[in-house]
């Protein structure tokens, strides 16, 4: 064992991720201060990468008083935090009867569902869900009355609370765009006909983080919030504060030519004498290939261009005439204080949205989370 530690390697060699709490404490309370209701912190896909139980913690701290998230796999780590966990996307065979022993509420979008957790053991406190107009999730309008009046029916005997119904707007990141008055009909419609069949649900909730910031029509009683916890604004009406810092070292670095071919295809020749580094982080960690021959990272405090295509594991930054150390560490995005490009900036140059980034980052980059000062205070 104590050989074993011995000669356990070094860590911080490589690309690291550091979370910074803080801003998920201040992007919290930003939005708790928005939502005329109560806040949902919506943690799936690892609290959108940034870690689930730290987001939820730091957001249940600040503002936030429930949680949310898709599969009931996603709900099993966070139920010790000792408020209501949703959990919505399931497949009908999920572990219900584990669900209601845990006291996991789910979102119920179909007749199948309903009879799958109606049957389980336990009286399982329900969202219905509706399709507010995306043809994604949720019972589709043309069921909806029947699954209200079944849900009735299967409270009355017992089997299941409705606490809850539920929509998502499909273009809230657009507020303007008329898909949002559709949706926000539809959900009054569906609010409705729960109440004509004898329904009471307390929590009626279609926000998410873009029409929680931008139309308080939407809020009801509660909004449900992800990607503002960790920063990012769909609507782009909003400036909330990024969570994340990747950088990685220099490993190493050579002088070349003017016209000297850089990485595959040599879809890259300088166009001076320069230095180029190495930096040990590629698409396998998450950086988008596609934007490669745009993204830049922050090297000495200026911004140096990534040259030639971001490889696997690699990608190479033209350093300029004075070229860095060995071991210095680039900033390959941040918040963007000290002049780093940010996550948006790299979503931008891939031609896709900040979330894909956040949430598709590796497992061989090492993270560190910074504690919210008043969580730090605590420990
Ligand atoms: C992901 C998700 C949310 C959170 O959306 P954000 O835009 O990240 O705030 C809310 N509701 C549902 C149904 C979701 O899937």
Redesign the pocket.
Same mark, same amino acid.
């Given at each position: 064992m104590s050989a074993l530690l011995a000669t356990r390697p070094r860590t911080g060699a490589g690309p690291r991720l550091d979370v910074d709490l803080g801003a998920v404490a201040d992007n919290t309370r930003l939005l708790a201060g928005r939502a005329t209701g109560e806040l949902m912190a !919506?943690v799936?896909a690892d609290g959108f990468g940034h870690g689930a139980v730290d987001v939820a913690r730091t957001a249940l701290a600040h503002g936030a008083t429930r949680l @949310?998230v #898709?599969s009931l796999e996603e709900a099993w780590p966070l139920l010790d935090l000792g408020v209501p966990v949703l959990s919505?996307l399931n497949h009908v065979d999920a572990d219900w009867a584990a669900a209601t022993a845990h006291g996991v509420e789910v979102a119920v979008p179909s007749l199948q569902h309903l009879a799958a957790v109606a049957a389980a053991a336990g009286r399982t406190r329900v969202h219905l869900h509706v399709d507010a107009g995306m043809a994604r999730?949720g019972a589709d309008p043309s069921s909806w009355a029947l699954l209200c009046r079944t849900a009735r029916r299967a409270e009355q005997r017992g089997e299941v609370d409705v606490v809850g119904v539920m929509g +998502?707007l499909g273009c809230a990141d657009r507020p303007g765009d008329d898909c949002n008055a559709l949706g926000r009909t539809r959900f009054a419609w569906a609010l409705e006909h729960a109440r004509a069949a004898g329904l009471r649900p307390r929590d009626r909730h279609l926000a %998410? #983080? %873009?029409a929680t910031l931008t139309d308080p029509r939407t809020h009801h009683t509660m909004s449900? !919030? @992800? %990607? @503002?916890l960790v920063g990012i604004d769909?609507s782009g009406s909003t400036v909330l504060r990024p969570a994340m810092r990747l950088t990685a070292p220099v490993i190493s670095v050579r002088r070349v030519r003017a016209g000297t071919p850089v990485g595959y295809g040599h879809a890259h020749r300088t166009a001076t004498a320069t230095h180029l580094g190495l930096v040990p982080v590629g698409y396998a960690d998450g950086l988008p290939r596609a934007a490669s021959g745009r993204a830049e990272v922050l090297v000495r405090g200026v911004r140096r261009p990534v040259v030639g295509l971001v490889s696997m594991d690699q990608l190479v930054v033209d350093l300029g005439v004075r070229g860095v150390d060995l071991g210095e560490t680039v900033t390959v995005f941040g918040p963007g204080d000290a002049g780093e490009p940010t996550v948006a900036e790299w979503a931008a140059a891939a031609g896709t949205i900040e +979330?894909e980034i956040v949430t598709g980052l590796g497992a061989r980059v090492e993270r560190r989370v910074r504690s919210a000062a008043h969580l730090r205070s605590l420990s």
């Open positions: !919506v799936k @949310g #898709t919505w999730d +998502h %998410a #983080t %873009a449900r !919030v @992800g %990607a @503002g769909p +979330h």
